[in-house]
Every structure is written in C-alpha cells, then in structure tokens.
C-alpha cells in the first residue's frame, strides 16, 4: 500500500473498507501503530503451540525474568525449544509486576503495574492480557479510576480547599465530591471535563471509522505529523476547533484551556489520574493511551480464584523453590497481578513438543532450561553468525539468539554490547536506548482496618470519605482498594500517595520509609478535617504500623518505573519497535517488553514484545509455524516512514 494516497479522500471516507490483512487485526480501540493480533495467534494454538522448533540444538538466553521474558520463555517451550537460560539481575521474578500481600487478605499493595486495560471488557479477546488471564484462571474486578464507574464518587482538593476557581473561592474549605454518572461538582471542572471530551469524541469517532482500513496508515501518519512535536502541555493550551474538518485529515486541533483550566486539568486528569506530570510528554503518548483503549476498562487483579472467593492455587503454591544457582525464590501466592508472570513460571504447559509440566519444573528436569536470579549480564558479544556470548555475573556461556527485555536505562547503564557493527546495531537503535525518557514513580502504601469509603461520616450532615482523592498536594493521588468477591469483602489497602516524576522527586529526601508514610498519612488526615464537608481523618481505619514504599528509581535493575518518551521522539522510538523484524536475523539480538514499544508504561505492550520476539526466532531458525499462520502473508510489514513535523495547516 503507499502512503501516498489522496488525503481529502481519507478525510471524507465514512464507510470502511478492509484490506486483505484485517482478520489478523486487533478491533478498535487498540494500537495505533502496529496492529497485528497476537490474540488470535494464541487462541489458535489452544492446546497446540503457535509453532514447532525444527533445531533442537537451539540455544536461547532471555535476559529478564519479568513478564515479557516469562511470556516468551513459556511460549518457545512450548514450541519445543528446549534450551533457554532466563538471567535475572534482582532476586526475583516478575518484574514490575510486583504484588505484596496485605496481611490476612487476598488484597495486595501493588507496588508496580496495577490497573489493566482490557480494551472492550474482560472476555472480549482484544488483548493478549485477557488471553493468560483465561488461560490461568485468573481473575478481575473494575479499578476504581477517579470519576469512573467503579466508584461512589471521588474527591478533589484544590487550592487548600477553597476550590479550582480562584475567583470564585469556596466561603470554607472542602473536599468537592463527584458522584458516579454525574457532571463534575464544580462549573469550572465542568467545563475542562468538556474541553477534553469534545477533543477525544472527535478524534475516536474518525480513527473508529478508519481504524482496520486500508486508509488508516496515512491518517494516523498525517495525525502524527500534526502532533508529534508537541508535549502534551502544547496539546492543552492549542486552541480547539468546533468541528473536525475532513479536508484536513488528522488535525483535531487542541483542548482549548486557558492557564486556570490547565492547572486544574493537571489534578483531575481525563478520567484516570491527574495527568500533570506528563505535560512534558509527547502528545502522542496520551493520544495514543487514553484514546486507543489503554484507558478503557481499566481491571483490578484478584489473582487465581474464581468469583465466589474459592481459592484456587496452581502449583508450587507455598512451597519452597529455587532458582538453578541455588538462589532460594518467593514461593508463589497467585495473588494480584503478579499472580500472571507466578503462571507463566509455575503453570503446566500444554504442547504436543514437551512434557506437560512448567517452566519451573523444565529448570529442575531439563538440563538446557535454566533459571539465574541474582546474577545481572554485564556482557553481549557478538562472535559470528548464530553465535553470541553471554558474560554474567556467574556464568559464560554461548547462544544463538539473545531476547532483552532490560528496561533501556538498565541496558545502558549496566551492560555493555561488543563487536555488532552497524547492520546489527544501527547508530539509531543505540541512540534509541540512551535517549529514552524514563518517568520517576513512588508508591506509599498501609494495609487498612475497614472499607473506609464504606462507611457513614461520624457527623450525619457530612459526606463520607470518597475511595479515590486527587489532589494538588504533594501526595497527589490517594486510592482505597479492595478485592470483594461473592463470599468474602476484605478490608483493603490504601495507596495514600501515589505520585510521578516532579512530584516524586519532593519524596526523595526521605530516605526512612516509615517517615515518608507518616508524613503523606498526615496530610491526608489535615486534607479532611480541614474540608468542612468531610471533618474526620482517614487514620482511624488505617493499619499504621506497617507502611510498605517504593521509589522505582532507586531500583538499581530498572532506574525507573515505566518508559515514556519527549515530544519529536517517532525517529527515535522506531528502531526499538521495528528492530525484531528489520535486524533480528543479522544480529541475532531480539528486544521485548514495554520498554521496545511505543506504548511504554503499560503491560499488554509488554507481552506482544515479547510475543513479536518468540515470531522472529521461531522464523528466524527455521521453525515451522502452525494452526494456519503464515509469517509472509499475515504478519504485516512495518512501514518505512518517518515524520516531517512541519505545520501542515
């Protein structure tokens, strides 16, 4: 197909026409960029593999035993590849899906990823996600979002209370509550809840129209050209339009809001969070989420019991394990969302090519699948083709393909590539990797005595305590969650600060974490005795003895929680995505998890990495691909494209 298409034409188009490769295509909402359905690859395979290795002497080093590289381990052992060495720099698997339980509940702090898209609901088979979570049994509730269905209502506290519009400050502090179906409390977070739907309702109601067409490349190029070079802050105070004009296909304009409007929206965000410390993000980055189906549908993970509350452990459940240098592992507890990388490990896999037994198990029967905590690679080297050494920490040894899934500051900081020329590693890629921008995040957690949200206001005349609080102090985000089943409610934990970039960074300074937790407990507490419609702290339900924190920069294996990127950056964030496809077969390096992808941040790009990565070695050492995919014919090419950025007004 060319890119060079009529543009009025795509504009104007209102019916859909698809094109040969739309059955292998996710529904919309779903990827902007590359959609190839790795669903369908999955639920064809059943109980199957997606594909038969043809070289049993294949030997496969994953670097990075977080889900991209659980998933792809699991997926090329089922295949039959049965020599794989998982090598994991920190003393656990899972990455950051990383769920710690609360004590004597099923709810857990989850410290990393928490909410899940499912992009149409659970059940509807448009992401990869919802594939493992069937597979595994694992189960899902509704994230209770700020101003979602999820919820009562939410809170918002601006301004010490006194409101988000300065010139029409409230006669006494409060805590405006939104109540769930209804229009925010307040006309001026009325009308920024407007700006932003009007913008998003265009854009969707066009990109649904094209979406899986033979048009949508060249109108999501053309969508590209106009917002690329813009930060999301630039996106927020561009002047809207009143309608979209399809002789200018791609250009919706912006939110319209004036600086009051902005600060405001930095709080409240577009239905998920405030989205202030991502105004110096590319545009492209919430286009592409909150538009595209990573905002939708947003799950909680219960983890592998069904929705009577029936508990239903998998195997190695609370036993003791061990990694194959003797490194003693967490037992697995199927609780949260880490229940999903524990299945991937601990799970049997059913394939006609290998015993029914897991990964796990493969490391303790099967001489050539190994697993290697605590022992970081420091070295890639390439020695010729089909040939690289690896050199960690304990161990040497010698691969045929390499699968990274390292997040790319990790990479740069802590592992050196030696001898791939130009062809293997394009200047670009390396530029990719140390250009890339990763957001600081901190987590304050404290397990909770009851459901305060649940509860009635000590004082009759005033609102009880919302779940969920956004709020322009240096706590930020407040949430209560909880699992609730048919047969048991447990009391929850709460995320009483919940902060990204800048506001992280004002955490910094408390290096003790029972300090920082107290500190964000109190001005929570002063947050809603001072609101007058509220007068009650949140403390009294709160378990203070034990605070559980995180700050995902000081993790020396990922120096970050989530990879995003500046505006100007498609050059940059295409040699990742594009590189298993384009380089993979000369170098011999294939790249997996959020952080190759142009949706960073989120898991389901994660798992169709390291999926995209499992594709190319399987063709690239001659394996043979089954239940009817055919690589040539179905899995669609990259385009070679790039953007101009220059104001096609």
Known sequence: MSIYKNFNTIGAASEASEFNGSSWQFSFPNTADF????????????????????NPNARIAIIGAGVAGLLAARELFRSGYTNIDIYEASNRIGGRLYSIPAPNQYTTFEMGAMRMPFFIEPGSGNCVLDYYCTLFGITTQPFPNPGSEAIASTGIYINNGNGPDSKNEYLEPRLDIWLKNEQPPNPLLQIIHSKWTHFADMLIREAKKLYNTDLWEVFWHRLVNYYGAMSFQDLVYKDAISEYDSSIPGYFGGLGMTEQEAWNFDVIGAGDGGWGAFYDISCLYPIRTLLFGFATNHQLIQGKFDHDGNFAPGQQWNQPTKDNLGNQLESPHYLGVQSLPESLFYEPVTSPFV???????????????????????????????????????????????????????????????????????????????????????????????????????????????????????????????????????????????????????????????????????????????????????????????????????????????????????????????????????????????????????????????????????????????????????????????????????
């Open 35 to 54: 959609n190839f359905n790795y669903y369908k690859l999955l639920e064809f395979a059943q109980g199957n593999a997606i594909a038969q290795n043809n």
């Open 355 to 649: 015993d029914n037994i897991s990964l796990y198990q493969a490391t303790q029967l099967y001489p050539g699948i190994n697993l290697y905590t605590s022992n970081k690679v420091n070295t890639i080297e390439y020695l010729g083709k089909n040939s690289i050494q690896i050199v960690s920490d304990n161990i040497t040894s010698h691969y045929n393909a390499v699968i990274v899934t390292v997040p790319t500051w990790a990479l740069e900081m802590g592992c050196v590539f030696k001898n791939f020329d130009s062809t293997m590693l394009a200047p670009s890629v390396s530029l990719s990797i140390k250009k890339s921008h990763w957001i600081t995040s901190c987590k304050v957690f404290y397990p909770l005595k009851q459901r305060y949200w649940e509860q009635p206001n000590l004082n009759p005349n005033n609102d009880p305590i919302p779940q969920v609080i956004s709020t322009d102090t240096f706590i930020r985000d407040v949430y209560g969650l909880a699992v609730t089943t048919k047969s048991h409610n447990d009391p929850g934990v709460l995320l009483v600060s919940y902060t990204w970039e800048d506001d992280t960074v004002k955490l910094q300074a408390y290096q003790d974490d029972a300090t920082l937790a107290e500190k964000c407990l109190l001005e929570l507490d002063n947050i809603l005795t001072n609101s007058k419609n509220i007068q009650m702290p949140i403390s009294p339900y709160v378990d203070t003895s034990k605070p559980v924190v995180i700050h995902w920069e000081r993790q020396p294996t990922y120096h970050g929680c989530a990879k995003l990127y500046r505006k100007r950056s498609w050059n940059l964030d295409y040699p990742l995505l594009t590189y298993n496809q384009q380089h993979s077969a000369a170098s011999g390096i294939y790249f997996a998890g959020e952080a190759y992808s142009v949706e960073g941040g989120w898991t389901e790009p994660a798992l169709r990495q390291a999926l995209d990565a499992v594709i190319h070695i399987v063709k690239n050492t001659n394996g043979t691909f089954l239940n009817g995919f055919d690589y040539d014919a179905n899995y669609p090419q990259y385009p070679q494209w790039a953007p101009s950025y220059k104001n096609l007004d």
